[in-house]
Each structure stands twice: as structure tokens, then as C-alpha cells.
């Protein structure tokens, strides 16, 4: 997951997808994202927030290279921005849509671990 640098220690978002038992890599910076997206190759999606600052249609175009079939997610807090590449939209003020897309892409980890 690619966002902004949050106020709190951690990110409210990372928390809320941590609590569904998905496993979280979070970068705070366009760099940071281009640098994880070449140190964990095997990532099953990404996530980036359409508030990050640095070029968005960079990190999931190096992100694709290597990935062309797994998802990569905009989470928008506005209708109004875009970012080319992506392959779902999700309204950053929606964690529970967030989590549901995640659930209907790679199914529910609660149910892998036996829970």
C-alpha cells in the first residue's frame, strides 16, 4: 500500500486491512512504492492512495512490469482524481468497501488460517 505519511503513528487504513488478516507492506513516498514494488516482487496487489505525492501511473506502470495480472487498487478521496493503470477504484473514505474488493480479489484470509 502506497499513502501519504499519516499524523498518527500508523495509518488507519493499514490497521482496518491488518484486522481483516491481510498482510500490509506500506510506503509513504512515490520512491518508497518504486523501491518495495523491486524488494517484494511477489506482492499479490497494490494499493496506492491518490494523494500520494510522486507520480501514481509510475508506480503501478513499475508495478505491472512484473505483475501484469494481479490488481492494482486507487483508493480516490475525490471523484476527480484519476491515476492511468489502475484497475479498480475505491473512495479512500470507505474502509469496508476497501476491504470487501480485497475479500471478492483474493478471497477471505480469516477463513485460510482456520478462523
Known amino acids: 500500500m502506497a499513502e501519504p505519511e499519516p499524523d498518527q503513528a500508523l495509518s488507519a487504513r493499514k490497521?482496518?486491512?491488518?484486522?481483516?488478516?491481510?498482510?500490509?507492506?506500506?510506503?509513504h513516498s512515490a520512491r518508497e512504492a518504486l523501491d518495495l514494488c523491486e524488494k517484494f516482487p511477489g506482492v499479490?496487489?497494490?494499493?496506492?492512495?491518490g494523494n500520494?505525492?510522486?507520480?501514481?501511473?509510475?508506480i503501478v506502470a513499475s508495478f505491472k512490469h512484473g505483475n501484469r495480472d494481479k490488481p492494482a487498487i486507487l483508493l480516490t478521496p475525490?471523484?476527480?482524481?484519476?491515476?492511468d493503470g489502475v484497475d479498480h477504484s475505491v473512495s479512500s473514505h470507505?474502509?469496508?468497501d476497501l476491504v470487501?474488493?480485497?475479500?471478492?480479489?483474493?478471497?477471505?484470509?480469516?477463513s485460510i488460517d482456520g478462523r
Open 78 to 83: 475525490s471523484a476527480s482524481i484519476s491515476c
Open 52 to 58: 500520494l505525492p510522486g507520480d501514481c501511473a509510475k
Open 15 to 27: 490497521l482496518v486491512l491488518e484486522t481483516a488478516k491481510f498482510n500490509v507492506i506500506t510506503a
Open 94 to 96: 470507505s474502509p469496508e
Open 44 to 49: 499479490d496487489g497494490l494499493i496506492v492512495h
Open 100 to 110: 470487501h474488493l480485497l475479500r471478492k480479489l483474493f478471497g477471505d484470509p480469516r
